[in-house]
């Protein structure tokens, strides 16, 4: 069944510290790919988003994300975390008619 | 350009009544995606507009419904409310053409008692 995987529901990180939020899809062809962030309450804001290219990509907020096809992922990182970063991060998919499908979602806590 | 907006932003309404929630695109976006959020369920895709048309429709029950302006503004209804119903509402807009990024508004909180 065609899905996004987000394994990690929760994660804890230290301010200062890197922070990696992992993803896997598993889609025929590889879909447009993107990375959103929630925080309490509020709507979803686009991190990034990978359609081709260069399979490093950097988006708002210092965050960064590389495509690995052969391991059909899509994991976003952040050298050093703040305490604004603390929200809930959702990876999805469009695989080629315009809906997006969505992870789980991963919920991240910073502890100063 | 003013972002994606939502009204209204909270609602209370009992079981077995309608609702209506409106979503007004960025300007120059045609089309219209509406998706549902629950702590349950996570985020579900309910059904897209393009140009006034249902383009693409989620798996969820004929009370639930929409439509799309020729300004391209958009509005969802739930019919029949159930307390399953009660979720925050998101509406995203995007040009239309060729899988393009959807911007996201603030959603519509909905809460059936």
């Known amino acids: 069944a065609q899905s996004v995987t987000q394994p990690d529901i929760h994660i804890t990180v230290s301010e200062g510290a890197s922070l990696e939020l992992r993803c896997n899809y598993s889609?025929?062809?590889?879909?447009?790919l993107f990375w959103y962030v929630q925080s309490p309450g509020q709507g979803l804001q686009l991190l990034l988003k990978y359609f081709s290219g260069d399979t490093l990509v950097q988006g708002i907020k210092g965050f960064e994300a590389e495509f690995k096809r052969s391991q059909s992922s899509f994991n976003l990182r952040k050298p050093s975390v703040h305490w604004s970063d603390a929200a809930e991060y959702f990876c999805?998919?469009?695989?080629?008619?315009?809906?997006?499908?969505f992870g789980a979602g991963t919920t991240v806590t910073v502890r100063a | 350009k003013a972002g994606v907006t939502q009204t209204p932003r909270y609602l209370i309404k009992t079981r077995g009544q309608q609702v209506t929630l409106s979503c007004s695109p960025i300007s120059g976006h045609r089309s219209v995606s509406w998706y549902q959020q629950t702590p349950g369920q996570g985020l579900q895709f309910l059904f897209e507009y393009f140009s006034e048309t249902q383009r693409n429709k989620g798996n969820f029950p004929g009370r639930f419904s929409g439509r799309q302006f020729s300004n391209s503004r958009s509005e969802m209804n739930v019919s029949t409310l159930e307390l399953g119903d009660s979720a925050l509402y998101l509406c995203a807009s995007s040009s239309g053409i060729d899988q393009e990024t959807q911007y996201f508004g603030p959603g519509t909180r909905l809460l059936v008692l």
């Open positions: 999805a998919v469009i695989p080629n008619d315009y809906k997006l499908s």
């Open positions: 889609y025929g062809a590889t879909p447009y």
